[in-house]
């Protein structure tokens, strides 16, 4: 028989986690289990307040599902995309896997899987604590610092100083405003960034069509599904993909080809989670210009098995995770 179950777990972050839209010290995930009657598949996504979502309208969008008549693309037609969505595709590519005894990456033709680097995320704090962060981080290649709010100069010249060879990516998570996008974007090229996510709010950005960007610019809550990149042409020169926000694996793989085509750069990207919600970003991000899948490395314990990150470095899943 057919069953499937939605359950929120809660994992203790590191520390605390802090962007423009405030700080958290746990990460509240939906695990979703999808079964067969003699396999099971799993997914996990992140609920994400900034979308309207909480952890119990989740459970309840995935509940309304009727596990009886429940595939890939008709999942795409009755639940919206975001966490819910997410959470489900990933645990039916889950248990099409564990039902078939083929891999997901052998179902998407991926036969050399590698392992990735991956951005290390510092959070939003005043400069002086932000530089003590990049010195503690500043061995890892690739630093996502977080932004968004008055004195960001003054921030990013702050952690250049503590980590002065790492490669730096800025999220504002539309914190900036076209008042201050000029002086905060040239601090960010003086700082040597090269990247910056999201700096003006979603539906607030048609400013990025006509101005000078010193850095790229790439989209987040700006970018969706493979219909947003039409409106994103012109303003945004990379998109960064998450499964939370395209409602999993599957809608994701068409965004991924269709900004390819559009010549947009490709970051693949995560909310803060355990291994099970990276796994198939992994899979994902085998193509992408820049990797940021640390959400395990801000938690204060991970789930076991888990995905294997070494220094910078994070391993494709085993089976015994996911897919």
Not at 221 to 234: I, N, Q, R, Y
Not at 303 to 314: I, N, S, T, W
Request: charged letters at 25%; glycine letters at 10%; proline letters at 6%.
């Amino acid at each position: 028989m057919p069953a499937l179950h939605a359950s929120i777990e809660r994992w203790p972050i590191a520390g605390s986690f802090t962007i423009s839209r405030g700080s958290r010290t746990e990460a509240v995930v939906v695990v979703v289990e999808v079964s067969d009657g003699t396999h099971r598949g799993r997914g996990e996504c992140v609920p994400y307040p900034r979308y309207g979502e909480t952890p119990e309208s989740v459970v309840a969008e995935i509940e309304s599902l009727d596990p009886t008549d429940l595939d890939r693309e008709s999942l795409r037609t009755r639940l919206h995309p975001g966490a819910a969505r997410n959470a489900v595709d990933c645990a039916l590519w889950d248990l099409e896997a564990k039902r078939s005894g083929i891999s997901v990456a052998r179902s998407l033709g991926l036969s050399d899987l590698r392992p990735l680097e991956t951005a290390y995320t510092l959070s939003l704090g005043d400069p002086t604590s932000m530089q003590a962060a990049a010195a503690r981080a500043a061995e890892r290649p690739l630093l996502k610092v977080k932004l968004g709010g008055d004195g960001d100069v003054e921030r990013i010249l702050a952690v250049r100083a503590g980590a002065p060879r790492s490669r730096l990516i800025v999220d504002a998570n539309e914190g900036w405003s076209e008042a201050n996008f000029g002086a905060n974007s040239l601090a960010c090229r003086e700082a040597g960034v090269v990247l910056i996510e999201q700096p003006l709010p979603a539906g607030a950005d048609d400013f990025l069509r006509g101005v000078d960007r010193p850095v790229p610019i790439c989209a987040d809550e700006s970018l969706h599904v493979a219909a947003d990149l039409e409106a994103l042409a012109g303003k945004y020169d990379a998109v960064n993909i998450k499964l939370d926000k395209t409602g999993g694996l599957t809608e994701a793989l068409d965004l991924f080809r269709e900004a390819r085509r559009r010549d947009f750069s490709i970051m693949v990207g995560c909310m803060v989670g355990t291994s099970l919600a990276m796994a198939p970003a992994v899979l994902l991000a085998q193509g992408a210009d820049i990797v940021d899948l640390d959400g395990p490395l801000l938690l204060a314990r991970d789930r076991d098995p888990g995905l294997l990150y070494e220094g910078a470095m994070v391993s494709p899943p085993g089976t015994s995770l996911w897919g």
